[in-house]
């Protein structure tokens, strides 16, 4: 997956230059999640490509990484500019970055 993978600061940084998706269950996403991001359930991804913008890169995370990188790598394959945060929300966390609400926590996958 070498190319794919940025890290939790890399997409802190990129705020507002990037879409963030959210490919967790609804479950996990309603415990906690990063502000600004969009929640599409890895199972919906493929059908909501065309909501995407093609323009702008595109970085969508997980609990940990493993689902977001295959989005990420099916969206390069797809033609976006595709991203997948590595260590996932949990990576996020451990860096002592903030999730909302403002007592969201990670749930276990």
Do not use: N
Not at 4 to 13: G, I, K, L, T
Not at 71 to 79: E, M, S, V
């Amino acid at each position: 997956m070498t190319g794919v993978d940025v890290q939790p600061d890399w997409v802190r940084d990129k705020r507002g230059e990037i879409q963030l998706i959210d490919v967790r269950e609804d479950y996990e996403w309603d415990a906690g999640r990063l502000e600004g991001a969009r929640h599409i359930a890895l199972g919906q991804v493929a059908s909501e490509a065309a909501t995407i913008d093609r323009e702008t890169p595109v970085v969508f995370y997980c609990r940990v990484g493993s689902r977001s990188g295959m989005a990420a790598d099916a969206f390069r394959r797809a033609g976006f500019d595709a991203y997948s945060m590595d260590g996932g929300i949990v990576a996020w966390t451990a860096q002592g970055l903030p999730l909302e609400p403002s007592d969201g926590y990670v749930e276990d996958h």
